[in-house]
């Protein structure tokens, strides 16, 4: 009786402590602490199991997703777009506007210190991307070709974004 115990338990308990063990669900809202600096920093073996496959291949390295496909170019809900890699707010759908891009894009981040920037000579082309601060994940790109007042626009990969409702 206590091996039949022990052969229908053993994977009840290798299925509770997967679950137990297991850092955040890829769709979930469980994000990372960040450390005594304020940056959230994981090894990529942690951030394969956090995020889904394209949001790794997109935020850690630093692809791009097809344009008309993400499910924020055409989103025109209120409130605010998140870090999809550790929650930090980014930007704010006041901010956002139809670029004709196929991205959603915005004229500024909801805070100057949310996004950093650095130069990108990938691809044969001089751009500037834009990463989250907090966890230095590819957000997307910075142009100069948006609307006023700030005259910038702000390309992102919805694949690196949350949303927010207000």
């Known amino acids: 009786m ?3 115990k022990a052969i229908w338990m053993a994977p009840l ?3 509770v402590l997967g679950c137990a063990a297991s850092t955040a669900s890829p769709l979930g809202d469980d994000f990372p602490k960040p450390g005594p600096d304020g940056k959230v920093r994981l090894t990529e073996e942690e951030w394969k199991r956090r995020l889904t496959p394209e949001q790794f291949r997109v935020l850690r390295r630093k ?4 344009a008309f496909t993400g499910a924020y170019w055409n989103h025109h809900e209120k ?10 707010p980014l930007f704010s759908s006041k901010d956002k506007f ?3 891009t196929g991205w959603p894009s915005f004229t500024k981040p909801i805070n100057p210190k949310a996004v950093g920037e650095e130069t990108d000579r990938s691809l044969g082309m001089v751009r500037i991307e834009v990463h989250c601060s907090r966890c230095n994940g590819h957000l997307g790109h910075v142009f100069d070709d948006g609307p006023k007042p700030t005259g910038l626009r702000y390309c992102i990969n919805s694949v690196c974004l949350k949303f927010r409702k207000s």
């Open 98 to 100: 139809d670029s004709g």
């Open 13 to 15: 308990a290798g299925l």
């Open 79 to 88: 409130g605010t777009y998140i870090c999809a890699g550790c929650g930090l």
């Open 63 to 66: 692809g791009t997703e097809r």
């Open 2 to 4: 206590d091996t039949m």
